[in-house]
Nanobody, 120 residues
Framework: QVHLVESGGGLVQAGGSLRLSCAASGIIFSVDAMAWYRQAPGKQRELVAKISSGGNTNYADSVKGRFTISRDNPKNTVYLQMNSLKPEDTAVYYC??????????????WGQGTLVTVSS
């Protein structure tokens, strides 16, 4: 089995910063794209940022210039540095990854989610 374990969420004031981490564990052959999604109350889950195995990144327009996604390939870990946080960034943030094991073709894995609350 493969698991994604997130950490780093919490309560922060508007204008502050948080750093989320997500580590993949299990019998992993390779990790392809890794991404962060978020879901605010009453809203659909949306893509926040994505990073390929080669380091190419994509961001939602709403977070460009404020959030930075990065990854540590040997550790199978992805990070999301969030600066200049706004109340509208309040959501549960989910880690997502495309993983290949030695016994299965690539499949998608989701983390359990970590709550980020930004107070005004």
């Amino acid at each position: 089995q493969v698991h994604l374990v997130e950490s780093g969420g919490g309560l922060v004031q508007a204008g502050g910063s948080l750093r989320l981490s997500c580590a993949a564990s299990g019998i992993i052959f390779s990790v392809d794209a890794m991404a962060w999604y978020r879901q605010a109350p009453g809203k659909q889950r949306e893509l926040v940022a994505k990073i390929s195995s080669g380091g190419n990144t994509n961001y939602a327009d709403s977070v460009k210039g404020r959030f930075t996604i990065s990854r540590d390939n040997p550790k199978n870990t992805v990070y999301l540095q969030m600066n200049s946080l706004k109340p509208e960034d309040t959501a549960v943030y989910y880690c997502n990854s495309l993983v290949t094991t030695t016994t299965a073709p690539p499949f998608e894995v989701w983390g359990q989610g970590t709550l980020v609350t930004v107070s005004s």
